[in-house]
Structure formats: structure tokens, C-alpha cells
């Protein structure tokens, strides 16, 4: 997605007076210790936490909305879905962008800007949102896409593409999206390095990535 750079001072600006009032209005009180990941495995054992942060990360979704569509189900085909996703992937990615680890300066920037607890709200909330899939177009290339899956990706994503801490949900993903995330993995071009997809895409055909994708894009 390429966002002229005079937008960037707007949107940071407007970010920042989105987070400010979802801390204001919604913040958990004393600051615990331990790591952010400690902090949201605590969070999920505590109902009452668990309803403070995902109120807050509603909040600052009014802005990731931009993008990410409302409640995390993306109107765009090459901007990932949100919703659905294990909270601690999604807390994971988030500080891969905010430590440089996964690079695209406009999310860099922007989870730059927010604060640890915001943060924790955002993976709280879009982890309880339910993920809308894409339809199915072509029920046979669907089931080749099914075939495949079912010999190589399950063992990461899980049998219903609902992933883990580990590994994301690609169950009812954007296809444009799933598309060039597998082509640079199978080509190497990407900017985010995994050895274990390239590993796993490297033999993947044209045919065969046409198939995954409208597969695991209408898995629910």
C-alpha cells in the first residue's frame, strides 16, 4: 500500500489522538511488571482485563480500520485480516514492527506511536473478532487447494488454517494478500524471512498457489 509521505505527520497525529483517549478512557491502572508477553498471558486469565484491554484496543481500531476494515475484516484484497488471529501472533507481529524485525515504515511508525498497554488492546480485540471468509469462485480449484493443504500447511496452520501463538491464521485471508505473501516467500524477495515456508514453497507451482489461495481463503 503506498501512502504519500505528507500523509504520514496526519495519520501519526491522528493516531496518537485516538490512542490518547482510548488511554484515558479505558486504562488498566497500575502498571504490571514482567514482559509484554507475560503481560497478555496474565490479561487472558483475567476476565475482567480481558474486557478493560479489548475496549481499548477497540478504540485505536477506529484507526486501523484505514486499512485493516472494521473489526479486522479488510475491504482491500492485499491488506491482511486482523480478526481472528491468536493474540499472542498478533502481539508478536506488532513488536516485530516496532522493533524494525519486520519492516513496512507506515505500520512501523504508527505502532511506534502507541503504547505498550495499547498495544496489548489491539491483539485482545482483533483476536475476538470473527473473520468473514472470501467465497468460493471455483469449487474444483478450491478442492485442489484442499488436497495440497491437507499434505504440507496443516502441520503449522492447523487443520482449520486457525494457526497458534507460532504460526498466523490464514483461515478466510485476503487472497491478493495471500498471494504475495507466498510468492516472495517461494521467491526469497520478501522482507520477512522465514526458513520454514521458504522451505515449504520452494517446490510450490503456479498452479498449486492459485489452488491454496482460493482454498484458504473461504475456510471459515
Known sequence: MNIHPSLHAALGMLLAVV???????????????????ERLSVILQDPQQ??????MGQKVSLFCANCHGDGGNSV?????????????????QVRQFADG?????FMERLIKAMSVDERLGVAVYYARQPVNPQPVRDAALVAEGKKYYDKVCWRCHGEQGRG???FARVAGQQTAYLTQTLQHYRSGTGSRVNPLMAAN?????DADLRAIVAYVSSMR
Not at 490518547?20 to 509484554?36: E, H, L, R, V
Not at 480481558?50 to 475496549?55: D, F, G, H, N, S
Open 101 to 105: 524485525s519486520r519492516r513496512f515504515e
Open 201 to 205: 514453497t520452494r517446490q510450490m507451482t
Open 76 to 92: 482491500k484484497s492485499d491488506v491482511p485480516n486482523l480478526a481472528g488471529q491468536n493474540p499472542t501472533y498478533l502481539l508478536t
Open 164 to 166: 497458534s501463538e507460532s
Open 50 to 55: 480481558l474486557e478493560t484491554y479489548a475496549r
Open 19 to 37: 490512542c490518547g483517549a482510548a488511554a484515558a478512557q479505558a486504562s488498566p491502572g497500575a502498571q504490571p511488571t514482567g514482559t509484554i508477553e
